[in-house]
């Protein structure tokens, strides 16, 4: 026994204990929602510790930044130790942390700017404009579509042909223009030495392919690697963590099929599925007990799932005692449906139920709007995981641009976003600019200059433009006055004062709140040190696996989050919200009538239904007087149909 004084036999079922205490070597749990896995990887990691591995020899990988953050506090609290050398966190955090360090092998300065999904936009549109296609009067697909198109093939290691022959067949027409704006964009990236999501997976795992003193560095150092959420790895996913384990295959993975819900990023659940093929030694661990939820709850979610063919069949049973019979409550409309949810909420908490302990789960972001506004109304405070995030607003953004231009003075999007914000300047001569910039001698080199201003001063712009040009360049020294980086906190404070307090003031209405935005920004920005870090933490955090927390910061209020976000995560009380046919089921995937999409529909509305530990609640608005299909009358989700009536019980609630 190690230093923690856990008595693993008795924390843990006998399954649990022999996947913690299990030899090392390949290892597969699969098991059910709520049945431990993540428990069991949690508690394998304060085993390893206790066994004498170096906290520093183990990577433990999840999908999104809170469940990372969740499960990093669960070891902490099973051991006494320093694990701050633990490598925990996203796929793409990790990336981005390996290759902050060897970046310059793969062509690229360690200071590389994350392109989110609006820069990338902003960069594909660019890339198009300058491959000149002759598009004869046709329409060649936006640049979001084509953002999407190449991550799928990224994230696939699937030809880009064979993707759009399969997926996308109306677009098949443009291939040769694709394929060429596929090749500029990759060129683009390098010139402007930025790198989005997908390359923080794709090239890490090159680096370490072409490498292979590094691999080795890596294979020795990462001696133990765990996966939760298995079922969700895409192929280079599933290549990075290979590739890291080595001869040795020190691999612990737990997921679980029926939660797969992310092959629209190219997840592929046959990697669970056939993880014994590939490592022939693995031992499997099934758990066929939940402790999560109230039986009902949990039969509930076992008949929710049943229809699926594609599945392994596994039975739950429930330990827990018998609790509220889950609610199925039909509302008049959406307006109602928000305040029956606010008024329950209300009168939970009134009998004691932490806020925390609840959350509204919903399908598409937008469907949490009423219930956003209702929450306010009431006072009640709540935290949201998605939709248009506090680091996505436009205001945050145009301040991280000047930072990121500072810190990667090739980094073109921030550049010309930034030039875009004053006066008497468009687009034609933000390219200029650009243009000139790159020309110089500061543009050219790859250090940091010790004045910016020296050389932008000199470029000739617009009179509307003077003075303000002129505050930004000097704006821009003071971030890196000697060519040295200040503080993230100071940067954000000189900015400010130097140009963006005056520019919101002229630009927007709401001026002073957003002002209060940026302040929370400073206030964020004071637990870095480094800039570096602190522009990659941003980025991470805009990024689909997303999480508006500071990471130290602890969860408050009630949670509304989109289903995908609260994968992994368990709540008290749960609302499902927008039961209707259309909505969820997304209308998209009721139009394309394909099955495998409705399956996967499916395991996302299981996944719903078992984050609920004591309450569960089924609300749907019978009516939608503003639906875009014209449609008045809603459809109960087609999910409800498999849920026998006597398991749940239909509340009435009038709104009189
Ligand atoms: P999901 O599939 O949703 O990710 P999971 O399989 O990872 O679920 P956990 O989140 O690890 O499940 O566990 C669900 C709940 O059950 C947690 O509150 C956990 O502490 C509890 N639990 C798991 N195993 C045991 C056990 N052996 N004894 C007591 N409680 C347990
Ligand atoms: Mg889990």
């Given at each position: 026994p190690g230093g923690s004084g856990i008595d693993y036999a008795a924390e843990l079922n006998e399954q649990q204990y022999a996947a913690v205490a299990s030899a090392p070597g390949p290892a597969l749990v699969i098991a059910g929602a709520g049945s431990g896995k993540t428990r069991t990887l949690t508690h394998r990691v304060a085993y390893l510790l206790d066994q004498g591995v170096d906290p520093g020899n183990i990577l433990l990988l999840t999908f999104t930044n809170k469940a990372a953050r969740e499960m990093l506090e669960r070891v902490q609290q099973l051991v006494p130790s320093d694990i701050s050398a633990l490598w925990s966190g996203t796929f793409h955090s990790i990336g981005n942390r390996i290759l902050r360090r060897h970046a310059d092998e793969l062509?690229?300065?360690?200071s590389f700017s994350i392109l989110d999904r609006d820069d990338q936009k902003s960069l594909m549109t660019e890339v198009v404009k300058s491959c000149n296609i002759d598009t004869g009067g046709r329409r060649f697909p936006k640049a979001d579509l084509l953002a999407s198109i190449f991550s799928l093939a990224e994230n696939t290691s699937e030809d880009l042909n064979e993707i759009l022959e399969i997926r996308y067949p109306h677009l098949e027409e443009w291939s040769d223009e694709i394929h060429e704006v596929q090749k500029g964009y990759r060129k683009k990236k390098k010139q402007t030495n930025s790198m989005d999501f997908d390359d923080l997976l794709i090239l890490t795992l090159k680096l370490l392919q072409d490498d292979e003193d590094l691999r080795h560095l890596y294979q020795r150092k990462f001696r133990h690697v765990l996966v939760d959420e298995y079922q969700d790895t895409n192929k280079v996913q599933c290549d990075l963590i290979d590739l890291l384990v080595g001869?040795?295959?020190y691999l612990m993975v737990v997921g679980d099929?029926?939660?797969?819900?992310?092959s629209w990023r190219g997840a592929d659940m046959s990697n669970i599925l056939s993880f014994q093929e590939k490592y022939l030694e693995a031992q499997v661990f099934k758990i066929e007990t939940n402790y999560r939820s109230t039986p009902d709850v949990l039969e509930l979610s076992n008949a929710a799932i049943r229809p699926n063919k594609q599945q392994y069949e596994k039975e739950l049973r429930a330990v827990r005692e018998q609790g509220m019979t889950p609610a199925l409550v039909p509302l008049d409309d959406p307006s109602i449906q928000a305040e029956f949810i606010g008024e329950r909420i209300d009168e939970l908490i009134g009998e004691g139920v932490e806020p925390e302990e609840i959350a509204v789960l919903y399908r598409a972001h937008y469907h949490s709007m009423e219930i956003q506004m209702e929450l306010t109304r009431r006072q009640l405070p709540f935290q949201i995981?998605?939709?248009?995030r506090f680091f996505e607003q436009a205001h945050i953004k145009d301040v991280s641009a000047m930072i990121r231009f500072v810190v990667n003075s090739r980094d073109e999007v921030s550049f010309k976003r930034m030039a875009l914000l004053l006066p008497g300047i468009g687009a034609k001569t933000a390219d200029n600019l650009w243009t000139a910039w790159t020309n110089s001698a500061a543009g050219r080199s790859v250090e940091v200059p010790k004045s910016f201003s020296e050389t932008l001063l000199s470029f000739k712009v617009p009179a509307k433009a003077k003075d303000t040009w002129q505050q930004l360049c000097h704006t821009l020294d003071e971030l890196a006055p000697d060519g040295k980086f200040e503080r993230p906190s100071n940067m954000i404070f000189s900015i400010l004062e130097g140009v963006y307090q005056e520019y919101m003031s002229v630009s927007f209405d709401n001026h002073e709140h957003r002002r209060n935005d940026i302040e929370q920004l400073m206030q964020y920005g004071e637990?870095?040190?480094?800039v570096l870090e602190f522009l990659a933490q941003l980025s991470l955090m805009s990024s689909v696996d997303g999480d508006p927390n500071n990471k130290e910061k602890k969860d408050e209020g009630v949670m509304l989050s989109s289903i995908h976000q609260a994968k992994g995560l368990e709540w008290k009380v749960v609302f499902l919200v927008w039961l209707a046919d259309g909505m969820f089921p997304n209308g998209r995937v009721l139009e394309s009538d394909d099955e495998e999409m409705l399956e996967e529909e499916r395991r996302l509305f299981y996944v719903a239904v078992t984050r609920a530990k004591d309450q569960l609640y089924l609300t749907y608005p019978?009516?939608?007087?503003?639906s875009y299909t014209g449609d008045y009358m809603t459809r109960p989700s087609r999910f409800l149909d498999a849920i026998p009536t006597e398991l749940t019980e239909e509340w009435k609630v009038s709104a009189w």
């Open positions: 062509g690229f300065t360690k001869e040795k295959q099929d029926a939660q797969s819900i992310y995981t998605s939709g248009l637990s870095y040190e480094d019978m009516t939608n007087p503003k």
